[in-house]
């Protein structure tokens, strides 16, 4: 176990090892259309990718668990190791990557990632009322950046997470 600060919350990280005793892999898709009568219809569709991996860690007892929108490439005999993140206080928390030693290869929910990343709503939103509230083109602009700000803030944090993120300490 490992903990993680992430924009002030508190985060134990836990991990299963093992060999990869089977894998299956499928994709949803969700459709969704906006609009009709005089207005234009805007279509809008998302795939996810669901994956199933079964390991076995080195005490002989079997994991499974089923990922949502990592891809991971993995076959029978792989070592793979699946790291999830619990906030303190919860019981039970996101996967958020996923290390194929076999290939050598880290694969990640980077939605898990900014949700955790991602800083109190309050800050922004006090921010645009305030900005608003001054009622100039000006004020319209800063809670327009406010805004970029805090969505760049976010990204960037779960990407230096990626970027650090350190498989020896997994195998």
């Keep these: 176990m ?31 259309a906006t609009g009709g009568g005089n207005t234009p219809v805007n279509m ?12 076995m860690d080195n005490t002989g007892k079997e994991h499974s668990f089923q990922l949502q929108d990592f891809d991971v490439a993995c076959r029978e005999g792989n070592e793979v190791t ?19 030693h076999t290939t050598n290869q880290n694969f990640f929910n980077i939605g898990a990632l900014r949700r955790m990343y991602r800083p109190t ?10 900005f608003l509230y001054m009622g100039s083109g000006t ?3 800063l809670a327009f950046a406010t805004w970029i700000v805090f969505i760049a803030y976010t990204i ?3 990407n230096s997470f990626k970027k650090e993120f350190n498989t020896g300490m997994y195998s």
Excluded: C
């Design 156 to 158: 960037s944090k779960a």
């Design 2 to 32: 490992k903990t993680l600060m992430a924009s002030g919350k508190e985060y134990t990280l836990y991990h299963t090892t093992g060999k990869v005793l089977s894998s299956s892999k499928n994709l949803s898709t969700t459709v969704s």
């Design 121 to 130: 709503w309050l800050i922004p939103i006090a921010l645009t009322v305030v």
């Design 44 to 55: 809008r569709s998302t795939t996810t990718v669901h994956d199933q991996i079964f390991l």
């Design 139 to 141: 004020s319209i602009l």
């Design 82 to 100: 699946v790291v999830w993140a619990v906030q303190k206080g919860k019981k039970a928390g996101d996967y958020i990557a996923a290390t194929n």
